[in-house]
């Protein structure tokens, strides 16, 4: 985390591929002062129980861990049988909790409290707004830009 915001030191969100990650990215983040969800977002992945815990707590994506190692058990025996394997994609359920918005809710309006994208203009002088950076945090991932 410390080494993405010396890189791009105003993201609106942080997407990190686990809820361990995201829980180090919590407490860099309000090391630095940054409040969460009001100045960045933090999504994790995995939906670990401890995460629940930590405040606020992280917005998951929540994979069927259960169907996952069934399918993984079920695969091989099958390539044994003979089957030819096929693709297979399970479900992932995104929880929001309260390090990221809701945005399945009415959006609001942009600057307001609970805005969404922040504003971070009073962040930056004259106004100007940065471009958005998408990045996972996992080690040796370089960061996507996207349009918004």
Known sequence: MERLLRAHPDPDAVFAASDAMAIGALRTLRERGLRVPEDIAVIGFNDLASARHTSPPPTTGRQPVRALGQEMARMPVSAIEGHRPSPLILPTR???????????????????????????????????????????????????????
Do not use: F
């Open 94 to 148: 995104l929880t929001t909790r309260e390090s990221a918005p809701d945005l399945s809710a009415p959006a609001r309006s942009a600057g307001g409290p609970g805005a969404w994208p922040p504003d971070h203009r009073h962040r930056r002088p004259g106004g100007s707004r940065r471009p958005r950076y998408v990045k996972t945090v996992a080690p040796d991932v370089n960061p996507v830009r996207h349009s918004p």
